[in-house]
């Protein structure tokens, strides 16, 4: 049989699309991935998204939202997507030894974390190095650490840092930063956080754990040691689309190029979230973005007389 849509990913994105899908009738089959819930499930408390007043943790918004997908029919595999076919007719999904073929595809797979590509970060990772403050700050109770960026991911991850380091260093390579003003404020207001400006992290240190790191002001060149048991690295993300390389539309950044709103140039292939979204970001635009596709998805099918 063939599904009348694949969504791949369960983010905001992925989830919010299921929703409205099977709330269509489209009984929708939604291929999570290994870690099913995006980088939400990364998070602690989402202050920001509408309805919430004291707001909720992520993980929990993720578990609310997957039910509701599931109370309306959605069908969920928990899996990793290993490859697609994605041609104008039929589009088949392989899942694990399974193909699914699919009328409809909505790509969904989210952003991942970004690394400094140092070959010494790499051997860290796990053992000192780590891009998720919120699932590894616990273990850096009453320690040195420092966060590498000047986003408001950098700011969040150092503000939740604080809760358990004794001291958390900014490490920013410019001297101005380009988090948010209220994520300044609160990163700038806070007595445990410094700063180090203009410095690129050119080495880190340790062979089985992380003991410091070594920095380079970009203006004079000169390099410093700083010790610190962690180091954060919060320098933004990359879209996960790796596996619809050389079949998509995509930036020079890899992100996937919408055609017209959610179609991307294959027929019958939408796009929802992060994985098209560099700009925004956030858990609510994603979940805009995967109404979006999925009201367009519908409208497809039925202009194509699948029923
Ligand atoms: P951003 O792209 O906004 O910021 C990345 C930061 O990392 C920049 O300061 C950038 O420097 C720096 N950087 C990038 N590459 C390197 C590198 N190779 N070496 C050193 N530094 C580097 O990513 P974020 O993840 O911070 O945020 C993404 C989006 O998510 C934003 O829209 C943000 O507003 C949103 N967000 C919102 C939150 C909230 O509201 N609570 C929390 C977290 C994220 P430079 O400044 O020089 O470009």
Redesign the pocket.
């Known amino acids: 049989m063939i599904a009348k849509l694949v969504i791949i990913g369960s983010g905001p994105a992925g989830l919010t699309a299921a929703i409205y899908a099977a709330r269509a009738k489209l009984h929708p089959i939604v291929i999570t991935g290994f870690q099913w819930g995006g980088q939400l499930m990364l998070t602690t408390v989402v202050e ?1 998204f509408p309805g919430f007043i004291e707001g909720l943790m992520g993980p929990q918004l993720m578990d609310q939202m997957r039910k509701q997908a599931e109370r309306f029919g959605a069908e969920f595999i928990d899996d990793d997507v290993s490859k697609v076919e994605l041609t104008n007719g039929t589009k088949k999904v392989h899942v694990g030894d399974k193909v699914i073929e699919s009328h409809a595809i909505i790509l969904a797979t989210g952003a991942s974390a ?1 690394w ?2 140092l070959e010494s970060e790499k051997k860290l990772i796990g053992r000192g190095v780590s891009s998720c403050a919120t699932c590894d700050a616990f273990f850096f109770k009453d320690k040195e650490v420092v966060v ?9 991850d150092s503000l939740y840092l604080t809760k358990f380091a004794s001291k958390v260093t900014i490490i ?3 001297d101005k ?4 003003k209220i ?1 300044q404020d609160r990163a700038f207001a806070n007595p445990k956080i410094s700063f180090i400006w203009n410095s ?2 050119i080495d880190v240190l340790g062979k089985d754990k992380l003991e410091g790191v070594v920095i380079q002001n970009v203006a004079d060149g000169k390099t410093s040691t700083i010790q610190c048991q962690g180091m954060f690295v ?4 990359k879209p996960n689309t790796d596996f619809v390389k050389g079949q998509i539309e995509l930036d020079h950044k890899g992100y996937v190029v919408r055609k017209k709103w959610s179609q991307t140039h294959v027929e019958g292939v939408f796009v929802a979230g992060d994985v098209h979204d560099y ?4 858990a609510i635009t994603a979940a805009g973005y995967g109404c979006e596709a999925a009201l367009d998805a519908e409208k497809y099918l039925e202009a194509k007389g699948i029923e």
Do not use: C, F, P, T
């Not at 590498?148 to 969040?156: F, N, Y």
């Not at 930063?177 to 948010?180: E, G, I, Q, Y």
């Not at 700009?279 to 956030?282: E, G, L, V």
């Open positions: 920001n970004q400094l590509g590498i960026g000047g986003g408001d991911s950098a700011m969040e920013h390579r410019r930063l380009k988090a948010s994520m690129a992290v919060a320098i933004g993300h700009r925004y970001k956030q």
